[in-house]
């Protein structure tokens, strides 16, 4: 195998292997924190692995495939929290929910919005600055 490509390998297998002993305890000790660790390891293993195959890329199309990836990952945790959150039982537990979803919309929005700013990069002038614009009007940033 090349360089690169026995990275990803590499990186698919640590991940697949913290995911398996992950969903084990999860399945040995049910629990809302088992879940929750699972569908994080599951991200943070998805997001070594994407940036691996980033590395097969250069300039801005690696700089644009990280912040995908990164956009991605964050959207999983967010997921992941508020699929914890929401599988707790308390007598709050819609407002933590939502507060949950907004903290996670946030986190989300920040990342894509700077995905798509990269993505701008590649362009100069008027036209990068109405892509930043527009980025900055469909993510909800100032």
């Known amino acids: 195998m090349k360089a690169n490509a ?4 590499m990186a698919e297998a640590k991940g697949t292997e913290k995911v398996a ?10 629990s809302a924190k088992h879940s929750y660790k699972v569908n994080e390891v599951k991200a943070d293993a998805a997001y070594k692995t994407a940036k691996e195959k980033c590395d097969d890329l250069a300039g801005n199309a690696k700089d644009v495939c990280v912040k995908d990836a990164k956009a991605v990952h964050v959207k999983a945790k967010a997921d ?3 699929t914890k959150v929401s599988n707790e039982t308390s007598m709050a537990k819609s407002d933590k929910v939502a507060e949950a979803r907004k903290d996670g919309t946030k986190d989300v929005n920040e990342a894509n919005y700077k995905a798509a700013k990269e993505r ?10 109405r892509c930043v ?7 909800g940033q100032k």
């Open 120 to 129: 701008c990069d590649t362009l100069a002038g008027d036209v990068k600055d």
């Open 6 to 9: 026995k990275d990803i390998c």
């Open 80 to 82: 992941a929290k508020v």
């Open 133 to 139: 614009q527009e980025a900055k009007g469909k993510y």
């Open 21 to 30: 002993k992950a969903e084990n305890e999860a399945q040995y000790k049910p």
